[in-house]
């Protein structure tokens, strides 16, 4: 069985299946999506009979990477660009130039002809855009260093497309083969020169359209005030700059990313993000899935060794280079590795270089279906390399780096309070109540911390307070407030269980991340518990509400009464934690109750003297 409408179910429901397992087993979504197209491609399950039917269903999903192209160009105004120029040509560049050289190199050392390896060489040399993003959003390291020196690799190797596709056209070999190949683009019959002038003309039609052309017509669809045409209108871009570019034979992302970049100071920047967004999502999921599902096994196994020598040839080549980039960057050895190994796939836009490359004559079928196959490889393994890095290299080297234990120091006073972690909150909290003429005993267990604390004046103690006889030591048996100041949620549940159970005279003051880590407080039994961003989120509200000139004796008291009410909700809400539905039920009603009560306190008749608590009119007052 076959047809658009069964490969479609079929690709879906892989991917149903598929993605969120491999999302639970920390495997990412990429590899998930890349898993799901090998098991219903032609060498899998034969969902999809043949690798005729992957490649078509590869050419349609390409559109996700085409969108994601438009979405990145949106996404850099050109004076952003000016700034990263230095990341861009120094870091982007010499990793573009030095693979290039050393692909080609190698290809030479194996006989293989030039024109060839410059073409595989340069094809290669680039990065796929699509999964390193990808990876980076899923794991919250775009603005790492490592997230930072990605991109700028990145873009450099996006914008190269465009020198590499008008070089492919001047290494075109005229032969019989060549001139046979018959394809239907109108830069087939084109000698190379005239290609390459071709090339840039197209580019430039699609500068000009950028900037005087799509303004105009999205400013006359948004006055239609609707959305439905709007989006279309921003689908016609994406695929009308598409067709062009495929026209002349043209990566349509290559071009779609130029629209981008200068649609980036359009007003209408963020509406197209919001419209084009669900789409490059669900296609750019295809596209893995048709990469996977056009892995050609027969073929790879037929000289498995070559091509799996040749894959980690170019992945290993890609990872030094990377590497040594990244160390003159001074990166980290951690942020290193995620840089050098998060790169050193070969890039999506590869199999369109491919394809041009055999439509020019410059490559054959089997030398095109190797490269393919490499690549479609090399993106396989990346996320494999990646989780190898997480699960195991990472933890190996994080013990190596750790530094000997230190012993617990000596706690030479007693005081009323205990105060457990000295981080930002805990050197608040102290400082508040040493101000306050209240001096606590401060436990750390984090050396470097103690050491540059105590440089800065402050007394505190290394230890872990989970320890029983630290507590005894810190004077737990006659304190009677123990607060705890620490993130970590299983460390401060062994604090209360410990506390519980040998000191149960003491005050238990804890610190939650958010209302499921109180929850499992609350069941614990302790009652003294703090949300971290509750009083931060309720405090900016009030500050939002004086701005809107509400008086602030009101805005205090309706956000003591929000506070409370929100307590509240939380004794009653974690009867039902474990039950999702009644969760939610019970939740909606406590959040209309709440809403209701406070309204009733905003419509109260207030004292007038809740504008003494305003300065500014008390001085319009005394004018």
Not at 71 to 82: Q, R, V
Not at 386 to 391: A, H, T, V
Not at 517 to 525: D, H, I, K, V, Y
């Amino acid at each position: 069985m076959d047809g658009f409408l069964f490969n479609a179910i079929v690709y879906i429901l892989a991917a149903i299946v598929c993605v969120p397992i491999a999302k639970r087993l920390g495997m990412g979504s990429v590899l998930g999506y890349l898993i799901a197209g090998i098991l219903v491609g032609p060498y899998g399950f034969e969902f999809i009979q043949d690798e005729s039917q992957g490649q078509d269903i590869m050419h349609s999903t390409e559109f996700g990477v085409v969108m994601m192209l438009f979405l990145i160009g949106l996404e850099l105004e050109p004076k952003n660009l000016w700034k990263m120029r230095d990341l861009i040509l120094k870091v982007g560049l010499s990793q573009v130039l030095v693979t290039s050289g050393l692909i080609f190199g190698l290809g030479l050392m194996l006989g293989i002809d030039w024109r060839i390896s410059l073409a595989a060489a340069l094809s290669m040399a680039l990065s796929s855009t699509a999964i390193v993003l990808q990876s980076l959003k899923e794991k919250n390291q775009m603005d790492s260093p490592t997230g930072k020196m990605s991109f700028g690799v990145l873009l450099l190797q996006d914008i190269a497309v465009i020198p590499i596709l008008a070089i492919l056209p001047l290494l075109a070999v005229v032969s019989s083969e060549a001139s046979g190949a018959g394809h239907d683009s109108f830069l087939g019959n084109q000698p190379g020169w005239m290609q390459t002038v071709l090339i840039f003309a197209a580019i430039g039609l699609v500068v000009l359209l950028g900037r005087f052309g799509f303004g105009p017509l999205l400013n006359w669809v948004s006055k239609t005030k609707l959305r439905e045409l709007f989006t279309a209108s921003a689908l016609l871009i994406v695929v009308g700059i598409a067709f062009l570019m495929e026209l002349v034979g043209l990566s349509p992302a290559l071009g779609t990313f130029l629209a981008g970049v200068i649609l980036a100071n359009s007003p209408y920047k963020h509406a197209l993000e919001s419209d084009l967004d669900p789409f490059k999502g669900l296609l750019l999921g295809l596209f893995f899935m048709a990469v996977g599902a056009t892995i050609n096994f027969d073929l790879i196994f037929s000289d498995a060794l070559s091509v799996f020598s040749l894959t980690l040839g170019v992945i290993l080549i890609k990872a030094l280079v990377l590497g040594i980039i990244g160390k003159t960057r001074k990166l980290s050895l951690g942020d290193n590795l995620r840089f050098s190994i998060g790169l050193a796939q070969v890039s999506e836009f590869s199999f369109v270089t491919y394809a041009f490359a055999l439509q020019l004559g410059i490559l054959e079928t089997t030398n095109s279906g190797i490269l393919m196959a490499i690549t479609a490889l090399s993106m396989t393994f990346t996320p494999i390399f990646s989780l190898i890095l997480d699960k195991i290299i990472f933890p190996i080297l994080e013990k190596k780096s750790a530094k000997p234990k230190r012993e617990a120091d000596e706690i030479e006073e007693k005081n009323s309070v205990i105060l457990v972690g000295f981080s930002h909150f805990g050197s608040t909290m102290g400082r508040f109540l040493r101000a306050n003429g209240i001096e606590a005993t401060v436990l750390d267990y984090d050396p470097d911390r103690v050491d540059f604390l105590r440089k800065m004046g402050f007394k505190v103690y290394f230890g872990d307070a989970t320890r029983l006889d630290l507590l005894h030591s810190a004077g737990a048996d006659h304190a009677k407030i123990l607060i705890s100041a620490i993130r970590s949620t299983e460390t401060n549940k062994k604090l209360v269980e410990l506390c519980q159970e040998n000191f149960p005279h003491l005050e238990v003051m804890i610190r939650a991340k958010n209302r499921y880590e109180a929850f499992e407080l609350m069941e614990m039994g302790v009652e003294n518990i703090f949300r971290e961003h509750l009083d931060t989120s309720i405090r900016m509200g009030q500050e939002a509400l004086q701005k809107l000139g509400f008086r602030a004796h009101t805005v205090q008291r309706l956000a003591a009464q929000f506070r409370k009410y929100d307590e509240d909700s939380l004794k009653v809400l974690v009867k039902f934690r474990s039950n999702e539905t009644e969760y939610i039920s019970k939740i909606r009603k406590q959040i209309e109750i709440q809403e209701s009560l406070l309204s009733g306190e905003l419509s109260r008749k207030f004292s007038m003297n809740d504008s003494a608590w305003d300065s500014e009119q008390l001085k319009e007052e005394s004018q």
